[in-house]
């Protein structure tokens, strides 16, 4: 299903490439959930890693939704055994063991899947997800398919999810994957076209037509690297994630949702928050 709005450009209406909103249903037990996105991890970003790991570690959230862009890149679920990712699936796994653990792929690992979640102890999370929580209901999801006035970047995103694409790329050897990943990350105009225009945001009209069709007010994404909250007309609210660097910046944060609403949190925060 696409879900067709106008997005006010000169070429006619744009939908986004996106299929009807699963739906996540929180355990009435559950008291804090967090969300976080675009940590991308990779080894060259260690300090990045390691406040990540030391977050898993100390929340005392009941679970932690990760919005697309866990990794930098992600070539494909064989690639879990390299020294790095072991790391992280270690670090996932033991965190999955006293918390739920929902992940969501983005723009830079949509080649996440169920053998990697599976080691993981995730839960894959469609994007989108109407997620129904402590009487409120949002939708979460990454937001790269919702940045509609990026036409060069959605027909690229078309492309690399296409079956034949897939097929193709992962029949690759996985050196030569891993190679290709390197090249990529040295690359400016190649993470361009996986990353879409760095001015390109999330189309509203879009999106509010994707809430109103699921009955909910809230929007949660990442991906724009613009962290903040607004209200929309009709009493509509988006919050953005924030990516996360502390190796070239000082960027990290946990968006925790309770019953009382939405509250952004530093890393350091989450296991002294009362809730």
Do not use: K
């Amino acid at each position: 299903m696409r879900h067709g709005v106008g997005n006010g450009g000169a070429e006619g209406a744009a939908s986004a490439d996106l299929p009807p909103p699963a739906l996540f249903e929180a355990p009435a037990a559950w008291r804090a959930i967090d969300f976080v996105s675009d940590l991308h991890l990779s080894e060259a970003l260690p300090e990045t890693f390691a406040a990540f790991e030391a977050y898993l570690e100390r929340t005392d959230a009941d679970a932690v939704f990760i919005l697309g862009d866990l990794f930098e890149l992600w070539v494909g679920d064989d690639a879990r055994h390299e020294p790095f990712a072991r790391r992280c699936v270690s670090a996932l796994s033991s965190a999955s063991r006293r918390l739920a653990l929902a992940i969501m792929t983005g723009n830079r690992d949509f080649l996440m899947g169920n053998v990697l979640f599976a080691e993981c102890g995730a839960r894959a999370l469609p994007d989108p997800t109407l997620l129904r929580a402590f009487g409120q209901r949002l939708l979460l999801t990454h937001g790269d398919a919702l940045c509609l006035a990026d036409r060069a970047y959605q027909a690229f995103r078309r492309q690399v999810r296409a079956p034949a694409w897939l097929a193709a790329f992962l029949a690759r050897p996985l050196a030569e994957r891993l190679a290709l990943a390197r090249e990529i990350r040295r690359a400016s105009e190649t993470r361009r076209q996986f990353d879409g225009e760095g001015s390109a945001d999330v189309d509203p009209e879009a999106a509010a037509a994707l809430l109103r069709e699921v009955g909910a007010t809230t929007l949660v994404h990442g991906h724009t690297h613009r962290p903040g909250s607004e209200a929309w007309p009709g009493g509509l609210t988006r919050h953005v994630l924030t990516d996360w660097d502390l190796d070239a910046g000082s960027r990290a944060e946990v968006l925790r949702l309770t019953a009382a609403g939405l509250r952004r949190l530093a890393p350091a925060q989450v296991a002294a928050d009362s809730r």
